[in-house]
C-alpha cells in the first residue's frame, strides 16, 4: 500500500513550514530525495514571510494536503515532482529568489441528510452524484431557491474552477479558467432531457437535490471520497453550497503565465 502524505517540518526564524510529499516517489523520483536533503530547500523556506505548507509531488499529492489543512488556513506553496499537474508550480522555476504571487480558490461544502443522520465534507475538485451499478438517477435539483430542474441522467459532476481539469473536461465539458467566482454542473448521459448542457453555478449561489426516484442506489463523491451510498427506496436530501474556507496557492511569479496557460493548452490553444 502507497504510504501519502509524509511531514516534514523546518523553522526559520519563527516560521514552522510544513512539507508534505509520497514516500513512494521517493523510488520513483530520486531528485525528490535530493531536494528533501538540500540547502535549496532551506532558503527558499527562508525567504517566506510566513508559515507556509510546502507540497512535492503531483496533483494527488496535492489535493490530498489540501483536504488534510485547509482549515489552518495556512498558504500551500506546491512544486511538481510528478509527471502532469496543474495545481503545482515547475521545480525549475522555484529558488531562494523567488516571489510569489497568492492566489485563492474557492471550496464546496456539502451536506447529506438522510434517515435522521448528517453528513458533512469538503471538496477542492468535485462532487460527483451517481447511480452506484451505473443505471440511470432521477434527481429533482434545486438552484438558488428558484431554478428547478428534473433530470434523468446517468452522472452529476459539479466542479470547481481548479476541478474543472478533471472528470469534468474528461467529459468533453468546458474547463473553467482558475481564476473564475463561478462553478459547473455536468450532467453525463442525459436521458431526460437529450444533451442537457452544463449549468453554470454563481459564486453563492445554493443548489440543493433530492433522490425523486429510489428504486437504485445512489454514490455521493467528495473528491472521490464516498460520503454515503444509499439503499434502495432511501431518501437523500444534498445541500451544495461555497465553502467559508479559501485554499491559498502560492505561485511562483515569473511562472504564472504558464500556471494560467496550461488550462488553455487543455482546450487546444497554442500559448
Do not use: C
Request: aromatic share 12%; net charge positive; no cysteine.
Amino acid at each position: 500500500m502507497k504510504n501519502y502524505n509524509i511531514e516534514k517540518y523546518i523553522i526559520t526564524d519563527n516560521h514552522n513550514h510544513k512539507i508534505i510529499y509520497d514516500s513512494y516517489k521517493i523510488e520513483e523520483k530520486p531528485e525528490l530525495q535530493e531536494f528533501l536533503e538540500s540547502k535549496k530547500l532551506v532558503k527558499i523556506l527562508e525567504n517566506m514571510k510566513e508559515d507556509v505548507i510546502m507540497v512535492l509531488g503531483w496533483d494527488g499529492t496535492m489535493l490530498k494536503a489540501i483536504r488534510k489543512y485547509y482549515k489552518q488556513e495556512k498558504a500551500f506553496l506546491p512544486i511538481n515532482y510528478g509527471s502532469r499537474w496543474f495545481l503545482l508550480n515547475n521545480k525549475n522555476f522555484v529558488n531562494k529568489k523567488s516571489e510569489f504571487i497568492e492566489r485563492e480558490y474557492p471550496l464546496i461544502d456539502i451536506k447529506v441528510e438522510s434517515e435522521n443522520k448528517k453528513f458533512n465534507d469538503v471538496a477542492f475538485n468535485e462532487i460527483i452524484v451517481k447511480d452506484r451499478a451505473w443505471k440511470m438517477v432521477n434527481l429533482d435539483i434545486i438552484i438558488a431557491s428558484e431554478n428547478h430542474l428534473e433530470l434523468k441522467w446517468d452522472w452529476l459532476i459539479l466542479s470547481t474552477p481548479a476541478g474543472s481539469t478533471w472528470s469534468n473536461f474528461s467529459n468533453y465539458w468546458p474547463l473553467l479558467p482558475h481564476s473564475s467566482n463561478s462553478f459547473v454542473i455536468t450532467y453525463l448521459w442525459s436521458y431526460s432531457p437529450k444533451r442537457n448542457p452544463p449549468s453554470i453555478i454563481e459564486n453563492d449561489d445554493i443548489i440543493q437535490i433530492k433522490n425523486k426516484w429510489r428504486i437504485n442506489s445512489i454514490l455521493i463523491n467528495a473528491d472521490w471520497n464516498k460520503i454515503l451510498t444509499t439503499i434502495k427506496d432511501q431518501e437523500v436530501n444534498i445541500t451544495i453550497k461555497k465553502s467559508k474556507y479559501k485554499v491559498k496557492l502560492l505561485i511562483e511569479k515569473s511562472y504564472k503565465k504558464d500556471w494560467d496557460n496550461k488550462v488553455l493548452e487543455e482546450q487546444g490553444f497554442n500559448n
